[in-house]
């Protein structure tokens, strides 16, 4: 599911990061480069002037000569000034924490955490739990973010204003936010190295369910040049049966599957996975 919260952060030493490094050298017969990733990526499908949406994992690839940084030029090349990237880079950590579970927060703590939570701020707020692809892609130069204070978008390129100018407090990942935008514009997802849990783009068709449970949410942000604390009600949003939506959507759907590096890609279309899912949920299936 979209959660709110904190997730636990587990120190990670100096030696530690040299081991797992060390260990995802010698897992690759030859290193990841840019060049490489730029061919991988045109052999998978995608093409110059496609409108991506990108959910990915740097830490599949194995090893990166140049880490993120690469990975990101190498998409930017691949799908050249004339393509558009998306990538989602939520800030979930900016959300009411009378709903945060991993871990929760006492009681006492709420109203102190809703007057001092900084205010969502679209160059400097930092993505959580997005990836170092995510956090590298949204300080690139030309890159560009939506203003959403917990379900931010970042894209370059072409259609980048297009699908960034709007995106409602109300309907994060509904038919008017950018995920919207991508669908009009019949753009693809990418999936690199992580599964359809990771697919946003799966929430636009929650939307569809009729009588969808609404919930109560908050957020710091700047609002008429102040800093203020803003409720306002959304769907319940829900992303543990996407992975189960995915694998039904591969048997039957066409996709692109490639081993790069040692991550697992798919590229697919997303009107055709976000209307499968539409039915899905139409035929009536319950969400726990």
Request: net charge negative; with cysteine; proline share 6%.
């Amino acid at each position: 599911m979209v959660k709110s919260g904190w997730t636990k952060e587990i120190p990670i030493s100096k030696g530690e990061n040299i081991v797992s490094e060390k260990k995802s050298i010698e897992r690759i017969p030859s290193p990841n480069t840019a060049t490489s990733l730029q061919e991988d990526f045109r052999k998978l499908g995608i093409e110059r002037g496609m409108v991506l949406i990108v959910h990915s994992s740097l830490s599949s690839l194995g090893w990166v000569c140049g880490g993120p940084v690469a990975v990101v030029d190498a998409l930017m090349k691949t799908v050249g000034e004339e393509g558009t990237i998306v990538m989602p880079t939520q800030t979930s950590g900016n959300s009411d924490p009378a709903g945060w579970q991993n871990p929760p927060v006492p009681e006492e703590w709420w109203s102190t955490i809703r007057e001092e939570m900084p205010a969502y701020n679209s160059k400097f707020s930092p993505s959580r739990g997005m990836g170092q692809i995510v956090e590298t892609f949204r300080t690139m130069p030309g890159v560009k973010r939506s203003q959403h204070p917990a379900y931010s978008f970042a894209a370059w390129g072409k259609y980048a204003d297009y699908i960034l100018a709007e995106q409602p407090l109300e309907s994060g990942f509904g038919p008017d936010s950018p995920l919207g935008k991508i669908y009009q514009l019949d753009g693809s997802i990418l999936l690199l190295g992580v599964s359809h849990d990771s697919n946003t783009s799966l929430h636009m068709a929650e939307h569809s369910i009729q009588d969808r449970k609404r919930v109560a949410k908050g957020a710091a942000l700047i609002e008429d040049g102040q800093r203020v604390w803003k409720t306002y009600e959304e769907i319940e949003y829900d992303a543990d049966i996407f992975e189960n939506i995915g694998k039904q959507f591969e048997e039957t759907n066409p996709l692109k599957v490639a081993t790069i590096g040692l991550a697992t890609c798919k590229l697919m279309k997303q009107r055709q996975i976000v209307d499968f899912a539409r039915e899905y949920f139409n035929k009536g299936v319950q969400i726990n």
